[in-house]
């Protein structure tokens, strides 16, 4: 990392892969420019020249929605072209390795690799396979860091600032990569950062990481600044670990009645799908509160920045 | 080291750039002042009083990011810093005054009319600069010059603006 002339950092990583190993100037700069790309957004004509002539490909080995178009749409906005590597279709099912098949994708002369997958640290291993960038969009649950930049650019959007704040993450953090990357995002810049969630689903063990950790979300409540639900993920759910959803709702759902204790300006935040009348009910999701629309609508800015600048990092 | 424009002669060249403008704005016009980050901005807002003490206020002002338009972002590499345009007015029908401190090769201006291309049509758009070094790379010559001034190519135009630089100077360097 260095500074430019002007003061600025200078941006050098072609990949992005953790924002555990990002520095806070990193993240922030990451920001700074993902506020550059908002505008685009709000043009007549969406798009803009930058990667015109740059290949990009997103390869999921695991289901996605909002994070798949996410970043096809931000890879569109900059004009790049986009190829879509779907597994059902694919030679891995007649087994060809991750790294074959990610050595024959690039040999079409890809520039950026976008990959999810349900191992931790394949996007890293992807990297010793292949010259092109590589961008993390969820690895097992190790880590997603588009998820955790645009959250904290929510964050900072909505609450002016990072430092200082209390922000509470809520749900199974054990399983979560989106805990994982927020956590990381988050005590850089300087929040303290408390995991709420059912013994079996939030270890004391994540203390070690700089978390608090609590299994009572109501003597929580009232000093948080920012709530953000996590998904309850049924896939990843081994089934003794959980309690019935119902215990889960009764402890950990956000409510009318649990809002009222927050802090009147409390932001609500969720990554998405909400299972509605779970984590959040649906007048807290869809209330002034919440912010799970802006969150998409940041995440298209955060992933236009991702690839413009691993883009610039590579070419440089 | 020299210097080309001192504080006075800056501010005097900007006068002439603003009058020049307004002499050649055509009757009924709406115009519109958009500078190129970063000393274009600062210039075109610096523009905007003279503008109006001459008679021909401008209706809008702007303000573009060519970032992600040029031709040279691998040669500029990672330094280039994204900071967004701004133009929050329709830029049909405007006579367009586009502003730039320093114009050099060209290629900073060909990436903003690109840029002006995915916002709208202008009626027409007019180049103003603070310096004219020569050197030109692409068919663009400016309408409005505050200075022009003979280089040779590996001399350094340096336009330094109080706002951003805490000094006004244009300085020469070798």
Known sequence: ?316 | MSTLLNKNELVAALERLAADIAAALPQGAPLAVVGIRRRGETLARRLLPLLEKVGTPSQHYGVLDITLYRDDLTTIGPHAVVRGTELDFDLKDTWLVLVDDVLFTGRSVRAALDALTDFGRPQAIRLAVLVDRGWRELPIQPDFTGLRVETTRDQIVKVMLEEVDGVDEVELHE
């Open chain 1, 1 to 316: 990392m260095s500074e430019s002339e002007n003061g600025t950092l200078v941006w050098k990583r072609k990949h992005l892969l953790t924002l555990e190993e990002l520095s806070r100037e990193e993240i922030v700069h990451i920001l700074d420019t993902a506020h550059g790309f908002e505008e685009v957004s709000t043009r007549s004509v969406k798009k803009v020249p930058a990667l015109r002539g740059h290949v990009v490909v997103t390869m999921f080995f695991e289901d996605s929605t909002r994070t798949r178009m996410s970043f096809t749409l931000a890879a569109q906005r900059l004009s790049a072209d986009i190829l879509d590597f779907s597994e059902k279709m694919s030679s891995t099912k007649k087994g060809e390795s991750l790294r074959d098949t990610a050595r024959n994708i690039e040999a079409m002369g890809v520039d950026i690799m976008i990959i999810r997958h349900g191992a931790a640290g394949s996007a890293r291993s992807l990297t010793e396979s292949v010259n092109c960038c590589v961008v993390n969009a969820g690895d097992g649950q190790h880590e997603h860091p588009t998820q955790g930049l645009l959250d904290l650019y929510t964050i900072r959007q909505r609450k002016g600032k990072v430092e200082g704040l209390k922000v509470a993450i809520v749900g199974d953090i054990a399983h979560s990569r989106v805990a994982r990357s927020n956590l990381h995002a988050l005590l850089k810049c300087g929040a303290e950062v408390t995991f709420v969630g059912p013994p079996a689903l939030v270890p004391g063990v994540f203390r070690e990481l700089g978390a608090k950790v609590t299994h009572d979300f109501d003597a929580v409540l009232p000093e948080m600044d920012v709530i953000n639900m996590l998904r309850i993920q049924r896939e990843r759910m081994t089934s003794n670990a959980f309690p019935s959803t119902r215990e889960y709702v009764r402890l950990f759902g956000m409510n009318a009645e649990r809002f009222k204790r927050c802090k009147p300006d409390v932001l609500i935040m969720h990554p998405g799908p909400v299972n509605r009348g779970v984590e959040l009910s649906a007048d807290i999701a869809d209330g002034p509160n919440s912010s799970i629309l802006s969150q998409v609508t940041n995440g298209l800015a955060i992933r236009m920045a991702v690839l413009f600048l691993c883009q610039q990092a590579a070419s440089a």
